[in-house]
Nanobody, 120 residues
Framework: QVQLVESGGGSVQAGGSLRLSCAASGSFFSINAMGWYRQAPGKQRELVAAITSRGRTNYADSVKGRITISRDNAKNTVYLQMNSLKPEDTAVYYC??????????????WGQGTQVTVSS
């Protein structure tokens, strides 16, 4: 089993910054892509940013230039640095990891979610 534990959410004013962290723990062979998704009330969950084990990144158009994803493979941790936050960034943010298990199966895991609230 793999656990993803998120931290760093909170409330900020528009223009502020937050840094989210997500640490993976448990027994697994390797972690491939890791990413952050978000879900606002009444909306579908959407990709914010993703990063491969080799550092290739992918961003939603709405966050490009304001949000940066990074990871520390040695710590099995992914980060999301969010700057110039806007009220429309308000959502529950979920960490996601594509894990190769000890039996070499590919399994997707999700964190429990962390609330980000941006006030105008």
């Amino acid at each position: 089993q793999v656990q993803l534990v998120e931290s760093g959410g909170g409330s900020v004013q528009a223009g502020g910054s937050l840094r989210l962290s997500c640490a993976a723990s448990g027994s697994f062979f390797s972690i491939n892509a890791m990413g952050w998704y978000r879900q606002a009330p009444g909306k579908q969950r959407e990709l914010v940013a993703a990063i491969t084990s080799r550092g290739r990144t992918n961003y939603a158009d709405s966050v490009k230039g304001r949000i940066t994803i990074s990871r520390d493979n040695a710590k099995n941790t992914v980060y999301l640095q969010m700057n110039s936050l806007k009220p429309e960034d308000t959502a529950v943010y979920y960490c996601n990891a594509d894990v190769r298990t000890r039996s070499l199966a590919q399994v997707e895991y999700w964190g429990q979610g962390t609330q980000v609230t941006v006030s105008s």
